[in-house]
């Protein structure tokens, strides 16, 4: 056996379980709402369409940081940088309400050509026709299958539902992936669905979240928040916000932003599966140790 990749197998498997146990997705709800392997899956097919500064594909950090919910919004830089970003300050963009991730998909209006809520709502409508139009070229099925799949609650994008919100990030619902294997083999509905939210994401990477972008940083710099400024630490002139009225609803607030994106990278260049090291690790606390050298 060989030790390294046996006690590398351990380390992932520890990885993947505190990954899938971060406070970003507990608090959703239990992580049996999630298809894991087939978010792995998805992740693991991203193919990149622009070279990003340090050599990573830009749609590959969009999508994860979306996963991750750490694109860097408001309300994320409001805890990162409250002595730049006033915790009182609502989103710049509609003056409305605070901007978090589900935020920028439900305001509804900032320029006549440019509506985030509707252009999401088509999306997500895309999104399913295109799946639907997927999985019926695979083999003939009948009037229900049509209807019960636009039926479920990911497709409710008025709202829009949790796991809509959830979809869009790219946590898979469960209830998604339990329908389909009635069907089909989850290796052909991961291998069908792949590309397809490769393809959603991606238009609302180019479509709400660089409009959205170019808006952000017009309003930062009439508020004097500049290039150098966020390369600083808060002056003695600046009005500090105290450690105890400092909110972090996760404990990637208090770690290197991109050590989760650095281990799914390399997990993905190295290949294998995530989800093989939830079993792996199972069986490793229930059954008898066996090495041999």
């Not at 919910?69 to 605070?98: E, F, G, H, V």
């Not at 450690?243 to 650095?262: C, E, G, M, R, Y």
Request: net charge neutral.
């Amino acid at each position: 056996m060989n030790v390294h990749q046996f006690l590398r197998s351990i380390a992932d498997a520890r990885a993947l379980l505190s990954f899938c146990s971060m406070a970003r997705f507990t608090a959703l709800g239990s992580p049996l709402l999630f298809d894991w392997a087939g978010i792995h899956f998805c992740l693991s097919q991203i193919k990149g369409f622009a070279s990003h500064k340090n050599g990573r594909p830009e749609s590959w950090i969009f999508r994860i940081k979306l996963l991750l919910d750490m694109l860097p919004i408001l309300s994320t830089l409001q805890q990162r940088k409250p002595y730049l970003y006033s915790p009182d300050w609502l989103c710049p963009l509609c003056n409305s309400a605070p901007e978090d991730l589900n935020h920028l998909w439900t305001y509804p209006y900032i320029l006549p050509d440019l509506n985030p809520c509707f252009t999401h709502h088509s999306e997500v409508a895309k999104f399913r026709d295109s799946c639907l139009f997927s999985f019926l070229s695979l083999k003939p099925l009948d009037v229900a299958f049509q209807t019960e799949f636009s039926a479920l609650d990911c497709w409710n994008c008025d709202t829009p539902s949790l796991s809509c919100l959830w979809l869009t990030r790219g946590l898979l619902p469960a209830h998604l992936m339990t329908f389909l294997a009635r069907y089909f083999p989850l290796s052909v509905v991961y291998k069908t669905i792949s590309p397809l939210l490769n393809d959603f994401q991606v238009e609302l990477y180019g479509d709400i979240w660089l409009c959205r972008n170019v808006l952000f940083h017009a309003w930062e710099e009439s508020q004097g928040i500049l290039a150098a400024s966020k390369l600083h630490g808060p002056s003695s002139s600046s009005s500090l916000i105290t450690p105890s009225s400092q909110k972090h609803n996760s404990p990637l607030a208090t770690v290197p932003q991109d050590s989760w994106i650095s281990w799914i990278s390399s997990s993905i260049i190295r290949g294998g599966s995530w989800i093989s090291h939830l079993d792996f690790l199972r069986r490793l606390t229930v059954q008898p140790l066996r090495i041999s050298f």
